[in-house]
Nanobody
Framework: QVQLVESGGGLAQPGGSLRLSCGAI????????MGWYRQAPGKQRELVAS???????YYLDSVKGRFTISRDNAGNTVYLQMNLLKPEDTAVYYC?????????WGQGTQVTVSS
């Protein structure tokens, strides 16, 4: 069973930045389309951004121009750079393959945007 580990969340002010990281043992992440998901209280989990093996990316409309997904060359880590954060970005953020694989879900990392 592979479990991904997310880190980098925290409290940020509106307009601030955070960088999330997602790691797994070995280079397993390089073989999948990887994505960052988020779930806010009382809402369904949604796909925020994804990165294809060739490097192409997808972004949810509400984060375009503010968030950037990337992965390291070794394929061990996937990142989400979040700039110009808004209160509505507050959620628990998870990484997983796209489409998601049930065994990959980790604990997530909490992002709170508040003044």
């Amino acid at each position: 069973q592979v479990q991904l580990v997310e880190s980098g969340g925290g409290l940020a002010q509106p307009g601030g930045s955070l960088r999330l990281s997602c790691g797994a043992i070995g280079s397993i992440l390089s073989i999948y389309v990887m994505g960052w998901y988020r779930q806010a209280p009382g809402k369904q989990r949604e796909l925020v951004a994804s990165i294809f093996r060739g490097g192409g990316t997808y972004y949810l409309d509400s984060v375009k121009g503010r968030f950037t997904i990337s992965r390291d060359n070794a394929g061990n880590t996937v990142y989400l750079q979040m700039n110009l954060l808004k209160p509505e970005d507050t959620a628990v953020y998870y990484c997983n393959a796209v489409p998601d694989i049930s065994n990959f879900w980790g604990q997530g990392t909490q992002v709170t945007v508040s003044s």
